[in-house]
């Protein structure tokens, strides 16, 4: 059981959090309406919360290298439930802004650094071990929005806020009961390691279309998240209640499909389970605009299945050719170009619909997934010629 105690703190902390992630996200648009009035100032929530996780990742990653990660996740954790308290307390639009940078501050070392602890910690099972941590993040964002009408006949308007800090303070708890920090002998003694070191392992031909891959990551989860509901709503006319039921999918299907494909990457192919989370992807994007009714859902839950099977593999694969002591500075440096494609991938989506349609912006982005999958294959092919060799 001790063997497993970080696994089980991580996933149990990052499903506590994200319980709370998931009910602030779905309240925060509407509190910001009324505060303003301006449909606008909606967009700030996810660009103030993405710059700073987007920033911080590379620094608190070379931090984590030098000083051990479980502070840093504990100190994570703090300043998330120091964001849910800010938007207890808000009277303005202002003050949530500021606590949507301190919640993006938070979940930065949430998202990168516990990865790569689960993958010093479980070497031989790293896949599964990411896989489920992930899958608890999303069962947690997928859960969140259902209990926003039960607290808000319980508690005021703003209880919801309260109930995420204490819970990200329940989560740091956890983590500092639970979790046991990565070997002091594999941390950097000397000096912090510079941006040329971080280059050596991502400079390998093999991991470029790792790297492209990434940044399509984000830009496909964004895409999800933002221009998917869209065109749901404009091109097929779906309510409220079907888009609802999309989210439940899309969390679903990355929740599964991240612990099958990690378990799958440790027995099989990290590099196989990569072309095939690709391949399902494009695809499913690609017939998604053509489809009607029920098979609207079934190309969506494809294209979710595919991106699910890609996600935490990639990290995971990313990790093994990396050194043990640069695996806090690397897994930052995943998510800042994770964090970019979050960043642009919707904006330029959004361009592209509103210059050529939905339908064709779709299937852009499914050619792109079917290239960088192609570049895998042949990044494959190259290495095992040149073992042979």
Same mark, same amino acid.
């Given at each position: 059981?001790?063997?497993?105690?970080?696994?089980?703190?991580?996933?149990?902390?990052?499903?506590?959090?994200?319980?709370?992630?998931?009910?602030?996200?779905?309240?925060?648009?509407?509190?910001?309406?009324?505060?303003?009035?301006?449909?606008?100032?909606?967009?700030?929530?996810?660009?103030?919360?993405?710059?700073?996780?987007?920033?911080?990742?590379?620094?608190?990653?070379?931090?984590?290298?030098?000083?051990?990660?479980?502070?840093?996740?504990?100190?994570?954790?703090?300043?998330?439930?120091?964001?849910?308290?800010?938007?207890?307390?808000?009277?303005?639009?202002?003050?949530?802004?500021?606590?949507?940078?301190?919640?993006?501050?938070?979940?930065?070392?949430?998202?990168?650094?516990?990865?790569?602890?689960?993958?010093?910690?479980?070497?031989?099972?790293?896949?599964?071990?990411?896989?489920?941590?992930?899958?608890?993040?999303?069962?947690?964002?997928?859960?969140?929005?259902?209990?926003?009408?039960?607290?808000?006949?319980?508690?005021?308007?703003?209880?919801?806020?309260?109930?995420?800090?204490?819970?990200?303070?329940?989560?740091?708890?956890?983590?500092?009961?639970?979790?046991?920090?990565?070997?002091?002998?594999?941390?950097?003694?000397?000096?912090?390691?510079?941006?040329?070191?971080?280059?050596?392992?991502?400079?390998?031909?093999?991991?470029?279309?790792?790297?492209?891959?990434?940044?399509?990551?984000?830009?496909?989860?964004?895409?999800?998240?933002?221009?998917?509901?869209?065109?749901?709503?404009?091109?097929?006319?779906?309510?409220?209640?079907?888009?609802?039921?999309?989210?439940?999918?899309?969390?679903?299907?990355?929740?599964?499909?991240?612990?099958?494909?990690?378990?799958?990457?440790?027995?099989?192919? %990290?590099?196989? #389970?990569?072309? &095939?989370?690709?391949?399902? @992807?494009?695809? =499913? +994007? *690609? /017939?998604? $605009?053509?489809?009607?009714?029920?098979?609207?859902?079934?190309?969506?839950?494809?294209?979710?299945?595919?991106?699910?099977?890609?996600?935490?593999?990639?990290?995971?694969?990313?990790?093994?050719?990396?050194?043990?002591?640069? %695996?806090?500075? #690397?897994?930052? &440096?995943?998510?800042?170009? @994770?964090?970019? =494609? +979050? *960043? /642009?991938? $919707?904006?330029?989506?959004?361009?592209?619909?509103?210059?050529?349609?939905?339908?064709?912006?779709?299937?852009?982005?499914?050619?792109?997934?079917?290239?960088?999958?192609?570049?895998?294959?042949?990044?494959?092919?190259?290495?095992?010629?040149?073992?042979?060799?």
């Amino acid at each position: 059981m001790r063997e497993y105690r970080s696994m089980i703190g991580l996933s149990a902390a990052a499903l506590l959090m994200m319980l709370g992630v998931g009910l602030i996200v779905s309240l925060l648009p509407g509190r910001i309406l009324a505060l303003t009035g301006s449909p606008a100032q909606v967009g700030l929530l996810a660009s103030s919360y993405a710059v700073a996780c987007l920033l911080l990742q590379v620094p608190f990653g070379r931090m984590a290298d030098r000083l051990g990660m479980k502070p840093l996740l504990v100190g994570g954790y703090l300043v998330c439930a120091l964001a849910g308290w800010i938007y207890y307390f808000a009277a303005s639009a202002l003050p949530i802004f500021g606590g949507r940078v301190l919640q993006g501050a938070g979940e930065a070392p949430l998202l990168a650094l516990a990865p790569a602890l689960l993958s010093l910690k479980h070497p031989r099972l790293r896949g599964l071990a990411i896989g489920l941590y992930y899958a608890a993040i999303h069962v947690g964002l997928a859960g969140g929005p259902l209990l926003a009408r039960p607290l808000a006949r319980v508690w005021s308007a703003e209880g919801p806020y309260l109930f995420y800090a204490l819970l990200s303070m329940a989560g740091g708890l956890i983590v500092w009961i639970l979790v046991e920090d990565q070997d002091p002998a594999v941390r950097l003694e000397k000096k912090s390691p510079t941006f040329r070191d971080l280059l050596i392992p991502l400079s390998q031909r093999g991991l470029r279309p790792i790297l492209s891959g990434i940044a399509l990551h984000g830009a496909g989860y964004g895409v999800f998240l933002t221009t998917v509901p869209a065109a749901l709503i404009t091109e097929k006319g779906y309510g409220q209640t079907a888009i609802s039921w999309f989210f439940v999918l899309f969390y679903g299907m990355m929740s599964v499909t991240q612990v099958v494909g990690g378990s799958w990457s440790d027995h099989w192919s %990290r590099r196989g #389970v990569l072309v &095939t989370g690709f391949a399902a @992807w494009a695809a =499913g +994007l *690609f /017939l998604f $605009p053509s489809g009607s009714d029920i098979w609207v859902y079934v190309w969506l839950g494809l294209a979710s299945v595919g991106l699910g099977l890609s996600f935490s593999t990639s990290l995971t694969f990313l990790g093994e050719r990396t050194p043990e002591e640069l %695996r806090g500075s #690397v897994s930052g &440096t995943y998510y800042m170009l @994770w964090g970019l =494609g +979050l *960043f /642009l991938g $919707p904006i330029l989506m959004g361009k592209l619909a509103a210059g050529w349609g939905f339908p064709l912006a779709f299937r852009l982005m499914a050619g792109l997934l079917a290239v960088n999958a192609l570049g895998l294959v042949l990044a494959g092919r190259r290495e095992a010629l040149e073992q042979e060799a």
